[in-house]
C-alpha cells in the first residue's frame, strides 16, 4: 500500500488543521490506520492509531482531547483532526499501516510509511 498525507500547513497557536492520508495500491481495510511525527532534531513519536474497522482508536498522552483520528474505508482515506494546536505540535505528520485484525491495534506493528506533511504552529 502507498500512502499520501496532506494538508499540513501554518496555523497560530489555538487553532485547527484537518490532515488527510490517502492510500493507493491495496484496500486500505485491510490496514489499521496511523499517524506519527517527527520534530527537528527529534525522533519519530507515535500520535493516534485507528483500527481496520474505526471501532476503536489509540492515542498519545500529549494530544488525547486535542486530536481525533477517523478513517473513511469506502474513500481509503485516514484523517486526523487537530485542534487546539501548540506551537510543541510544530512537525512533520506521516501517516502509517499496519496489518492487521479487525479490532486489533499494536502501536509497534506500523511498518508502511507515507511521505509525511508539515505542520507549523506559531505562538
Known amino acids: 500500500v502507498q500512502l499520501q498525507a496532506s494538508g499540513g500547513g501554518l496555523v497560530q497557536a489555538g487553532g485547527s488543521l484537518r490532515l488527510s492520508c490517502a492510500a493507493s495500491?491495496?484496500?486500505?481495510?485491510?490496514?489499521?490506520g496511523g499517524w506519527f511525527r517527527q520534530a527537528p532534531g527529534k525522533e519519530r513519536e507515535f500520535v493516534a492509531a485507528?483500527?481496520?474497522?474505526?471501532?476503536?482508536?489509540d492515542y498519545a498522552d500529549f494530544v488525547k482531547g486535542r486530536f481525533t483520528i477517523s478513517r473513511d474505508n469506502r474513500k481509503n482515506t485516514v484523517y486526523l483532526q487537530m485542534n487546539g494546536l501548540k506551537p510543541e505540535d510544530t512537525a512533520v505528520y506521516s501517516c502509517?499501516?499496519?496489518?492487521?485484525?479487525?479490532?486489533?491495534?499494536?502501536?509497534?506493528?506500523?511498518?508502511?510509511w507515507g511521505q509525511g506533511t508539515l505542520v507549523t504552529v506559531s505562538s
Open positions: 502509517a499501516a499496519a496489518r492487521a485484525g479487525w479490532e486489533t491495534l499494536v502501536r509497534s506493528t506500523f511498518d508502511t
Open positions: 495500491g491495496r484496500t486500505f481495510s485491510n490496514y489499521a
Open positions: 485507528i483500527t481496520r474497522s474505526g471501532g476503536s482508536t
